[in-house]
């Protein structure tokens, strides 16, 4: 079992930055792919950004490119997720999620693991 917090959710305006923090606690974390998804009001949840434990890769949705970094320190098992220059329709519920290696991380149900999502809100 792989345990997932999710904090640093906020209201902020149109323009401001936010950090995302996933604290992870479990099983071997260098075996998963951590990421992060989000939901808005009414649609799907879509992948955002992920990263490897072990090598530090990371990946992007073309949305989000450019304005949003995903790190990780591995001393404090937490995956981050440094958004700037938010944008109203960056309004969801972001939710960390972690992947065995060598499975496919951008789409929602094939994550193993989820947190219970932190909510970003943007106004304009």
């Known amino acids: 079992q792989v345990q997932l917090v999710e904090s640093g959710g906020g209201l902020v305006q149109a323009g401001d930055s936010l950090r995302l923090s996933c604290a992870a606690s479990?099983?071997?974390?260098?075996?998963?792919?951590m990421a992060w998804f989000r939901q808005a009001p009414g649609k799907e949840r879509e992948f955002v950004a992920a990263?490897?434990?072990?090598?530090?890769?990371?990946y992007y949705a073309d949305s989000v490119k450019g304005r949003f970094t995903i790190s990780r320190d591995i001393a404090k098992n937490t995956v981050y997720l440094q958004m700037n220059s938010l944008k109203p329709e960056d309004t969801a519920v972001y939710y960390c999620?972690?992947?065995?290696?060598?499975?496919?991380?951008?789409?929602?149900?094939?994550?193993?693991?989820w947190g219970k999502g932190t909510l970003v809100t943007v106004s304009s």
């Open positions: 999620a972690a992947v065995t290696l060598g499975r496919a991380y951008i789409y929602a149900h094939g994550m193993d693991y």
């Open positions: 479990g099983r071997t974390l260098s075996n998963y792919r």
């Open positions: 990263i490897s434990w072990g090598g530090g890769n990371t």
